[in-house]
């Protein structure tokens, strides 16, 4: 849903997102236009919050990084402004906690809805900084990670319900079995 007609610049947007009647509503920045994310189905959410239970545990061990939520905006290259589902951030990108994230994260996960093109999205995230996006279709219980190959080409690879996500050089020593992600 769109939530102003005009277009409006990065730091436009972060004034308005701020803004006491907006709390709590996930906005996003696409081509200058402000869009309202519809609501996670519960499937989704519990979803989402399953593996960002799964990071912050590993994080907490290894102390390597940031685990954020849905809440959190990442400024991509092209001045659109991201929300993904939960993200991973390496300190080694980001020392500290920014005001605001000017890069995509290490890991963005995306538990996608029916009605999303999550290739956009995954594009915009790697092309931006980020190393995977994990994009997670819940009812399929599926996850594809995508990354950029040598040629800069975005390429996925399917992980079904025997397999087990890695954390790769981004988060080394972090696995987590596709099936441990979805509720049961």
């Not at 993200?87 to 029916?114: C, G, Q, T, W, Y």
């Not at 290739?119 to 092309?127: R, V």
Request: proline share 5%.
């Amino acid at each position: 849903m769109l939530l102003h007609e005009k277009t409006y610049t990065v730091e436009e947007f972060w004034e308005i997102a701020r803004l006491p009647e907006n709390e709590g509503r996930r906005l996003e920045l696409e081509n200058g236009v402000i869009v309202e994310m519809a609501s996670s189905s519960p499937l989704n959410s519990a979803t989402a919050v399953r593996i960002s239970y799964f990071l912050t545990d590993f994080n907490l061990k290894c102390q390597c990084g940031y685990v954020v939520g849905a809440d959190s905006g990442f400024v991509m290259s092209g001045g659109n402004v991201r929300q993904p589902d939960a993200a991973f951030v390496s300190k080694k990108r980001f020392p500290a906690l920014p005001d605001e994230f000017d890069a995509a994260p290490d890991i963005a996960v995306e538990v996608v809805s029916d009605r999303e093109d999550v290739h956009i999205k995954a594009q915009e995230y790697l092309h931006s900084g980020g190393t995977f996006v994990w994009a997670v279709y819940a009812e399929a219980k599926t996850v594809y990670v995508f990354r950029l190959d040598e040629h800069d080409q975005l390429i996925s690879t399917p992980f079904r319900i025997d397999d087990t996500l890695t954390g790769g050089d981004v988060l080394p020593g972090f696995t987590l079995p596709v099936r441990d992600i979805f509720p049961e």
